[in-house]
């Protein structure tokens, strides 16, 4: 079964440095990676989507690689800013059976602070 | 294009009590999932639907059940309400079934007492 981990749990930070999250997933056979952010209390807003087949993605000040072998991602935040404070969630979708169905991390609780 | 929307958005229920929750995907896809995110599970898959199909369910017991209908709207059903089902339960559309980029609702709050 996929079990994704991220790390850290929590991360807090002044504004304007530069930020890596990890993510590692057990099972190296996916379809794609996807990063999410979520926002207290709301839904989940997609920030890249990476395929099996690419090493990384790019939107803006995000940046995110992908290591299939490895079974490990990692989501860059440049010049960070007091409203990239949101849980960033990582997904995988595994190949065969479960196609479509995301495995969530537990995610990384980012806090920029002015 | 409108996103996905959930109705209600908040909802309180009383144990025993069974719920109905709605999704409406984005116009044009086909497939929406169900997740339920509880501050101890995280976020964990229900079911996804294709076509009016099940296609993927989750580890949950019978008492969560779904359909989905020729618009691709959906709902889901919790019949005898449990304290553990309060969470925000979560919808996410494609526009096919599979591996494609998964948009997700606002989600709905259930809060059972």
């Known amino acids: 079964k996929q079990e994704v981990t991220q790390i850290p749990a929590a991360l807090s930070v002044p504004e304007g440095e530069n930020l890596v999250l990890n993510c590692s997933f057990t099972?190296?056979?996916?379809?794609?990676l996807q990063w999410f952010r979520q926002d207290p209390g709301k839904g989940l807003t997609s920030l890249l989507l990476i395929q099996s087949s690419q090493r990384e993605q790019t939107s803006g000040r995000l940046n995110a690689s992908l290591d299939k072998s490895s079974g490990r991602s990692t989501l860059y935040i440049a010049a960070s800013q007091p409203g990239d404070s949101a849980t960033y969630l990582c997904a995988v979708v595994d190949r065969g059976s479960t196609l479509g169905r995301l495995y969530f991390g537990r995610g990384t609780q980012l806090t920029v602070w002015p | 294009k409108a996103g996905v929307t959930q109705t209600p958005r908040y909802l309180i229920k009383t144990r025993g009590q069974q719920v109905t929750l709605s999704c409406s995907p984005i116009s044009g896809h086909r497939s929406v999932s169900w997740y339920q995110q509880t501050p101890g599970q995280g976020l964990q898959f229900l079911f996804e639907y294709f076509s009016e199909t099940q296609r993927n369910k989750g580890n949950f017991p019978g008492r969560f059940s779904g359909r989905q209908f020729s618009n691709s709207r959906s709902e889901m059903n919790v019949s005898t309400l449990e304290l553990g089902d309060s969470a925000l339960y979560l919808c996410?559309?494609?526009?096919?079934?599979?591996?494609?980029?998964?948009?997700f609702g606002p989600g709905t709050r259930l809060t059972v007492t």
């Open positions: 099972d190296s056979a996916i379809y794609n």
């Open positions: 996410a559309s494609s526009p096919r079934q599979g591996a494609n980029e998964q948009y």
